[in-house]
């Protein structure tokens, strides 16, 4: 089991992060973990199991798209703003299988101050198999115990 | 409990959809149920439970996702289209919150021979929580023991 | 040459959308003229023009994304909001002929503080050629006399 | 005036391509032009005039949604497939001024045989003002004199 990665952001900021997706029950319940946070950047992932399953036996298209979601959410906040998913488009390039780990990318393409803009890549090992695009509507500061 | 209702569609095929999503690992995982299935429409939906809340403690955005996926895509089976989720948009207009039923009412806009677009709303009683927008790839037709 | 109709908004709103309607040079340029403002609604429309096509003698996909985007912004107007387009989805179900007009039909869903979400449908005669889903960004209120 | 650069498709693809965007009569409205076009994507732009402009004196959504789509059919085309723009989504990041070009770089993300899906970023400068993603229905293979 890998630890989770800061590749660059303030260490309050990034134990904060840890701390609640670690306690968001949807994270536990669908299994989303943190691998990476960097500057406008995320990796989450998910590993594959049985109940993730759509009728035809890949993984279901929500699945994809909670790890679209949170992959850009995370993303998000590493800017420290507090902000709530506004909408997204998520498209599905090919089936994922029902194996190994499906990882998130998210990144922040634009942070401004009313809306954050997003995209996300959704791969199984080298392959994509969906990508996204997003808003998120600010509402604030991650109170992390900076000064600012 | 109450019992799906069929408003319109040749009833093989209402059973086919029904046994399908009864059996669809993911349905189970999140608790998606089917509501009701007609003529290019279709309502899902799930109760809320504690497990399918944020950080913030209202639904996450991937359960609503899921749940316009799946009223889309039933929406879409009542055509007899066999179909696979291209792309989807999702706007999430208010928080949903952790009680009683959150429904997804998903219609048929147009059925192509390659593409069905459809609509879904996501609604907490009377009140739209989230709209979506998405487009299926059809891949065949639904084999229920129609001659055609 | 029909007038616009004012189906029940503030008339020093109603004279003050119009009027910027029509000094909006790209509005001039593509043909957009404003059929209908109504509380959170709006209809817009195009007569198709032999520029307005595409390489298939269609009408070109950009000039119904502009009238997607535009009567789902001018609904949003009736609100007395002023805002800018985040994003929207646009989706073409059928191909839009070379005559006759465009007419779009945007809705507010959602008046948020932040951001409205809207929808819009674009029809040629009775049929949907295209739907679309988007987000505005509220930057203020429109400044027409309004003593709020 | 830069010529159209070719980066590595078939010529005979290219000069098809080049000649259909030259006679594209919303292309010509626009003043839409090629700048380059290589394997799985192109680049586009278009010279800002005063007629593209909004009520605010940027460059309308519309315009700037129109270089989107171009440059991801154009992307598309690349790959020898004739395909029809399903459904995109746009956001608008920043403001784009009123002067000098705004170029669409369009990247084919996975080219299916029934559904293409591509990327584009728009930039003013270096900045990106807008980045999209879409689906594009392939209805068959360009005819340009290829064997196959």
Chains 1, 2, 3, 4 share one sequence.
Not at 24 to 37: D, H, I, N, S, W
Not at 55 to 65: L, R
């Amino acid at each position: 089991m890998m630890e989770p990665v800061n590749r660059g952001i303030d260490q309050r900021l990034f134990a904060y992060i840890l701390d609640h997706n670690n306690k968001a029950p949807f994270y536990v319940e669908l299994g989303v973990k943190t691998r990476m946070l960097g500057p406008d950047c995320a990796e989450m992932f998910i590993t594959a199991q049985p109940q993730h399953a759509n009728q035809m036996g890949i993984i279901h298209g929500g699945v994809i798209s909670t790890l679209a979601d949170v992959s850009m959410a995370n993303a998000v906040r590493t800017t420290g703003r507090l902000a709530v998913t506004a909408d997204y488009t998520v498209s599905f390039l090919c089936p994922a299988p029902m194996e190994g780990e499906l990882v998130g990318r998210g990144s922040v393409i634009k942070a401004g101050g009313k809306i954050v803009f997003a995209r996300a890549d959704i791969l199984c090992g080298d392959k994509i198999v969906a990508i996204s695009q997003g808003a998120f509507s600010v509402i604030g500061n991650i109170d992390y115990g900076n000064e600012q």
